[in-house]
């Protein structure tokens, strides 16, 4: 059934909160969303003639992962250009272009921002590599001498973020040939640290925001958000999350405010818990921050609850609302979490079941929700064939067709698909799935319509019911609106509804399956 009750619509359209504060926001992995020039590699072309796939979901923005000049040493979190697209996704005036066009159809655009680290390709950093120690072209980055008596160990303890790349230090040669200084690298050694207390670096990023906002964006993902204040001097303070990075945040919100028109800043904030996460939404910071401790979180009614519950009272404490999000480009994809079995293998039929539900669970939820690409398909975790394993969440979509490429590439393409698609792909296509009641991609199509028009659901806040039986989720928003998510191993009878949305077929109208959820509507009935 569909939700289109008038009044309701009404009722939702005359709400008056910025965008930003119950957006529902598709995350586009862009090298692997759609390949419009042949090459096998996702591009602005591809995207932009995938837009109105976008706005038939029904979100209302999309993230897109960097899209700048890049060696990709990192998948573009390696920038060379902050002021430039890289040749192989197209051009600074497609990008312009495109930004347009998304407006267009209703559509806001959040770029990503990476202000912890360039690209050691960038010319700041060649720069200092050509220049002395205590230059001021060393000065953009953390350069320093090592310990020991030939300087050969790291200046300090500090690990990289990435297990398998060990120290947070790569000593470089000095252009007598000589062994010299260090240099710090939270990522990998191809990613070297900015100094943010440097006022170069600091105008510079200003310079990026100014020119991004002048190009139209909607908003920023800020990369490693906690990670740009440090001073590896005073080593024993560590490099994350520490308190003078939130100056930092409020230069940047007043640089957004004074800007005509409404943008956001999303922080990625991880690995610490919501109550620091809580810091960086302060309402003269940044305005939303994911939170990732719902996409780790197991499939388990308990821990889902105490990590909503968390959120909503931290991020509500500073006025902040919450940021939902099941999967993204750094994580093994849902469906194949939470199809996991006690022997360790993936049960794609059990996960596919609970994503289905976990979508109906995100989207009830107060505050926004991203959606990673393929969420809506229920792509599944492939084993990776490059050496990083984060690529197995990164496979190119299957639009259409029987066979790879499933039309992620134009028909005449030069090129095979940077990543190879599993073949049982066929069943899931975007064409497959439309128009399937059945399938993930109607499900998502309906929730995504009932959303936008229900009045108790986006910003806000719930109620848990607490006479739910063991492992049931229940809550209710006002106004009329239920979620149920049976996370039991029982079949749970309902309460007395009317039918907004069930995630799956149901045992009999009156009871609610295993790993399934439904939305329901008290009081009103609905149209279909
Ligand atoms: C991004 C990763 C990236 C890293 C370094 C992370 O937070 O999500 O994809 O590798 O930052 O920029």
């Given at each position: 059934?569909?939700?289109?009750?008038?009044?309701?619509?009404?009722?939702?359209?005359?709400?008056?909160?910025p965008w930003w504060r119950e957006a529902v926001v598709y995350q586009v992995y862009i090298r692997s969303f759609a390949d419009g020039s042949g090459d096998g590699i996702g591009d602005i072309a591809g995207l932009r003639?995938?837009?109105?796939?976008?706005?038939?979901?029904?979100?209302?923005?999309?993230?897109?992962?960097?899209?700048?000049?890049?060696?990709?040493?990192?998948?573009?979190?390696?920038?060379?250009?902050?002021?430039?697209?890289?040749?192989?996704?197209?051009t600074l005036d497609g990008a312009d272009e495109f930004i347009s066009a998304c407006h267009e159809h209703g559509i806001r655009v959040i770029v990503d921002l990476v202000p912890n680290h360039t690209s050691n390709q960038?010319?700041?950093?060649?720069?200092?590599?050509?220049?002395?120690?205590?230059?001021?072209?060393?000065?953009?980055?953390?350069?320093?001498?090592?310990?020991?008596?030939?300087?050969?160990?790291?200046?300090?303890?500090?690990?990289?973020?990435?297990?398998?790349?060990?120290?947070?230090?790569?000593?470089?040669?000095?252009?007598?040939?000589?062994?010299?200084?260090?240099?710090?690298?939270?990522?990998?050694?191809?990613?070297?640290?900015?100094?943010?207390?440097?006022?170069?670096?600091?105008?510079?990023?200003?310079?990026?925001?100014?020119?991004?906002?002048?190009?139209?964006?909607?908003?920023?993902?800020?990369?490693?958000?906690?990670?740009?204040?440090?001073?590896?001097?005073?080593?024993?303070?560590?490099?994350?999350?520490?308190?003078?990075?939130?100056?930092?945040?409020?230069?940047?919100?007043?640089?957004?405010?004074?800007?005509?028109?409404?943008?956001?800043?999303?922080?990625?904030?991880?690995?610490?818990?919501?109550?620091?996460?809580?810091?960086?939404?302060?309402?003269?910071?940044?305005?939303?921050?994911?939170?990732?401790?719902?996409?780790?979180?197991?499939?388990?009614?308990?821990?889902?609850?105490?990590?909503?519950?968390?959120?909503?009272?931290?991020?509500?404490?500073?006025?902040?609302?919450?940021?939902?999000?099941?999967?993204?480009?750094?994580?093994?994809?849902?469906?194949?979490?939470?199809?996991?079995?006690?022997?360790?293998?993936?049960?794609?039929?059990?996960?596919?079941?609970?994503?289905?539900?976990?979508?109906?669970?995100?989207?009830?939820?107060?505050?926004?929700?991203?959606i990673y690409q393929g969420d809506e398909l229920g792509l599944w975790q492939v084993r990776s064939e490059t050496g990083d394993p984060r690529d197995g969440c990164r496979v190119p979509l299957p639009w259409s067709g029987?066979?790879?490429?499933?039309?992620?590439?134009?028909?005449?393409?030069?090129?095979?698909?940077?990543?190879?698609?599993?073949?049982?792909?066929?069943?899931?296509?975007?064409?497959?799935?439309?128009?399937?009641?059945?399938?993930?991609?109607?499900?998502?199509?309906?929730?995504?319509?009932?959303?936008?028009?229900?009045?108790?659901?986006?910003?806000?806040?719930?109620?848990?019911?607490?006479?739910?039986?063991?492992?049931?989720?229940?809550?209710?928003?006002?106004?009329?609106?239920?979620?149920?998510?049976?996370?039991?191993?029982?079949?749970?009878?309902?309460?007395?509804?009317?039918?907004?949305?069930?995630?799956?077929?149901?045992?009999?109208?009156?009871?609610?399956?295993?790993?399934?959820?439904?939305?329901?509507?008290?009081?009103?009935?609905?149209?279909?």
């Open positions: 059934m569909t939700y289109t009750n008038a009044t309701a619509v009404a009722e939702r359209s005359a709400r008056s909160g003639s995938r837009l109105g796939y976008l706005s038939d979901l029904g979100v209302d923005g999309i993230w897109i992962n960097p899209w700048y000049r890049s060696p990709m040493a990192d998948g573009g979190y390696d920038v060379t250009d902050y002021f430039d697209i890289d040749p192989v996704f197209g960038h010319p700041w950093f060649k720069e200092a590599l050509a220049a002395p120690p205590g230059s001021p072209a060393r000065a953009r980055y953390w350069f320093r001498p090592g310990r020991g008596d030939g300087g050969e160990e790291p200046p300090n303890d500090w690990r990289s973020r990435f297990e398998f790349v060990g120290s947070a230090w790569t000593r470089v040669h000095e252009t007598d040939g000589t062994p010299g200084e260090w240099y710090l690298h939270l990522f990998t050694p191809e990613q070297p640290d900015l100094n943010w207390g440097n006022r170069e670096v600091t105008e510079e990023f200003r310079s990026i925001l100014r020119f991004w906002l002048g190009l139209g964006v909607d908003g920023f993902r800020v990369d490693a958000a906690p990670g740009l204040a440090k001073d590896p001097d005073t080593s024993h303070l560590g490099y994350w999350d520490r308190d003078e990075v939130h100056e930092i945040y409020r230069k940047w919100r007043r640089l957004i405010d004074s800007h005509p028109g409404e943008q956001q800043f999303v922080a990625e904030a991880c690995q610490i818990g919501p109550d620091r996460v809580a810091n960086y939404v302060r309402p003269d910071e940044l305005h939303t921050a994911f939170s990732i401790d719902f996409l780790w979180c197991e499939w388990d009614a308990g821990r889902l609850r105490a990590v909503i519950d968390n959120t909503l009272s931290t991020l509500g404490a500073v006025g902040a609302p919450a940021t939902w999000v099941l999967s993204n480009h750094g994580a093994v994809r849902h469906v194949s979490r939470y199809g996991r079995t006690s022997t360790g293998g993936v049960d794609l039929l059990l996960g596919t079941r609970r994503a289905r539900a976990a979508a109906l669970l995100l989207l009830a939820l107060p505050g926004c929700a991203y029987e066979q790879p490429p499933f039309g992620f590439s134009p028909p005449d393409a030069s090129a095979a698909c940077w990543l190879g698609q599993p073949s049982a792909w066929s069943e899931i296509t975007a064409e497959r799935q439309t128009g399937d009641q059945v399938s993930m991609l109607e499900l998502y199509r309906r929730a995504l319509k009932i959303r936008r028009a229900h009045p108790a659901l986006g910003d806000g806040s719930l109620a848990w019911d607490d006479g739910a039986p063991p492992g049931v989720l229940s809550f209710t928003r006002e106004p009329g609106f239920r979620c149920m998510v049976n996370l039991s191993a029982e079949n749970v009878q309902l309460p007395l509804h009317d039918w907004l949305l069930p995630s799956s077929a149901l045992e009999s109208d009156l009871l609610l399956p295993p790993d399934s959820a439904v939305w329901l509507a008290d009081g009103e009935s609905p149209t279909s």
